[in-house]
């Protein structure tokens, strides 16, 4: 069945670094999109990182550009996010979720239809 | 960045009232807008896309409609199983971004 499952999370100082994954699998990984969204204890949904099926093109929050790098390996059907500089705000549960495209009426609508269960990342001295 | 804001933050009802939540976007995003219920612990799943269209296996007590700004979820008959947190999003440009969150628990 199609599924995200990731990896990767723990508990880390301020100011080091942490690289979670997603393995995707029952599905063409390398043909679907794939987001990184956190939810910080008690708070809500927060998009962190975007990356196009190919790796050509990559999006992030402003909350996290120049620290966090999103990348993903078609051949191993597995999605990353390189966290650099964490910071105690980046503490959160981390999920990877599929981008899905569907055409209606002439154009694309994208949304999150499939996310894993996300794994806890947690900044902490 | 689209700001999205929810109303209202929280709601009580009961099992088989009509239930309604409001999405509003800080500009016009036509009908990219998805509706995402998420419960206690779990991972976000998502019920609307493109502001109407139900996603498979989701149940058809679910609705959405609006477009431009205005959007609204309604669950026509609440079930036990309805008592969570929702999230509208919105699809129009990069950033994506959340609503805050829309909790309904038991009255």
């Known amino acids: 069945q199609v599924q995200l499952v990731e990896s990767g999370g723990g508990v880390v100082q301020p100011g080091r670094s942490l690289r979670l994954s997603c393995a995707a699998s029952?599905?063409?990984?390398?043909?679907?999109?794939m987001h990184w969204v956190r939810q910080a204890p008690g708070k809500g949904l927060e998009w962190v990182a975007l990356?196009?099926?190919?790796?050509?093109?990559?999006y992030y929050a402003d909350s996290v550009k120049g620290r966090f790098t999103i990348s993903r390996d078609n051949s191993k059907n597995t999605l990353y996010l390189q966290m650099n500089s964490l910071r105690a705000a980046d503490t959160a549960v981390y999920y990877c979720?599929?981008?899905?495209?569907?055409?209606?009426?002439?154009?694309?609508?994208?949304?999150?239809?499939?996310w894993g269960k996300g794994t806890t990342v947690t900044v902490s001295s | 960045d689209i700001q999205m804001t929810q109303s209202p933050s929280s709601l009580s009802a009961s099992v088989g009232d009509r239930v309604t939540i409001t999405c509003r976007a800080s500009q016009s995003i036509s009908s990219y807008l998805n509706w995402y219920q998420q419960k206690p612990g779990k991972a976000p799943n998502v019920l609307i896309y493109?502001?109407?269209s139900l996603q498979t296996g989701v149940p058809s007590r679910f609705s959405g409609s609006g477009s431009g700004t205005d959007f609204t979820l309604t669950i026509s008959s609440l079930q036990p199983e309805d008592f969570a947190t929702y999230y509208c999003q919105q699809s129009y440009s990069t950033p994506p971004t959340f609503g805050q969150g829309t909790k309904v628990e038991i009255k």
């Open positions: 493109a502001a109407s």
């Open positions: 029952g599905f063409t990984f390398s043909s679907s999109g």
């Open positions: 990356i196009k099926y190919d790796g050509s093109n990559k």
């Open positions: 979720a599929r981008d899905q495209g569907t055409r209606i009426t002439g154009t694309i609508h994208n949304y999150m239809d499939v």
